[in-house]
């Protein structure tokens, strides 16, 4: 019996099988967990729906979601609702600004739109998920999780907007956890290592962010999803039942050296 057995969350932002939230669901899987999904379009419902085969879900467990519209986030509570009668977490994998502000010198690449949509869709989401979510999880000790990047603290090239958006993140999965703690609900983070992405793809010389990575991190090479999978199951199980408000790093501890050895 896996530690996440008769457990129920819903995953947002699975994109394929070498996306962070994919190893999420897997990890969770495999702990015995009910899994549920969103798609954020009809092009991505068919990729969803084959993902949510495979960890034993149906297709009446996949759901539409703009995470930019209110009314669809509403709306994939209100189906979850007929089909389960409780939640116990909710994964927020999530996260985007245009290709045109991620490449380049931050100053002459930042616009006001960029930073809304990067801020809307990479941090207010997860406020929008847990404001209209949180009413299935009471009584149920649930949990809440997001992904973050440690260029939230640091600069990184080309990161640029999704940097000070990821900041803003963090500072939500601080307030949340500080919000819905009365109810018994815990919000954290995981500040994971770069990671060879659908989304990491947008990024100017992301090949180069890898190599760097690996060359300054201690055990000298990046980490997998199934990494981040398995600390992100860990995360939203009883096992962290006193464990809110934090950001865990999952990175090959690469964030804790300021300077590589060469």
């Given at each position: 019996?896996?530690f996440l057995?008769?457990?129920?969350y ?6 394929s ?11 969770m ?7 549920a999904?969103?798609?954020?379009n009809d ?9 949510a085969?495979?960890f034993g879900?149906s297709?009446?467990l ?37 290709a045109?502000?991620?490449?380049g010198n ?8 960029g930073?809304r949509i ?16 949180h ?7 649930g949990?809440?999780l ?13 990161y640029?907007v999704m940097g000070?958006a ?5 500072a939500?999965?601080r307030?949340?956890a ?10 954290n983070?995981i500040?994971a ?5 659908l989304a990491?793809?947008?990024?100017k010389?992301?090949r180069?962010?890898l190599?760097?990575?690996a060359?300054k991190?201690?055990?000298r090479?990046n980490?997998t ?7 992100a199951?860990?995360l939203?199980s009883?096992m962290a039942s006193g464990i ?19």
């Amino acid at each position: 019996m896996g530690f996440l057995e008769g457990k129920r969350y819903l995953i947002v932002g699975i994109a394929s099988k070498k996306s962070i939230a994919w190893g999420i669901a897997e990890a969770m899987h495999k702990q015995g967990a009910e899994l549920a999904f969103t798609y954020q379009n009809d092009k991505l419902k068919s990729r969803v729906v084959g993902a949510a085969e495979e960890f034993g879900s149906s297709e009446a467990l996949c759901f539409p979601c703009d995470v930019a519209s209110d009314e669809q986030i509403e709306a994939v509570f209100s189906g979850l609702a007929k089909q389960w009668d409780g939640l116990d977490g909710i994964v927020h994998a999530v996260g985007f600004a245009p290709a045109e502000e991620l490449d380049g010198n931050f100053v002459d690449v930042a616009t006001r739109e960029g930073f809304r949509i990067a801020h809307d869709i990479s941090s207010y989401s997860l406020v929008a998920l847990a404001s209209a979510g949180h009413e299935m999880m009471k009584g149920r000790q649930g949990s809440i999780l997001t992904l973050t990047y440690h260029a939230s603290q640091q600069t990184v090239p080309n990161y640029n907007v999704m940097g000070l958006a990821k900041a803003s993140l963090e500072a939500g999965v601080r307030y949340l956890a500080a919000s819905l703690g009365p109810e018994g609900i815990r919000v954290n983070g995981i500040s994971a290592g770069p990671v060879r992405t659908l989304a990491a793809s947008g990024i100017k010389k992301f090949r180069s962010m890898l190599d760097a990575n690996a060359a300054k991190a201690p055990l000298r090479r990046n980490i997998t999803i199934e990494e981040v999978g398995n600390c992100a199951a860990f995360l939203c199980s009883d096992m962290a039942s006193g464990i809110t408000g934090e950001i865990t790093y999952v990175d090959a501890g690469a964030n804790t050296v300021a300077m590589a050895d060469e």
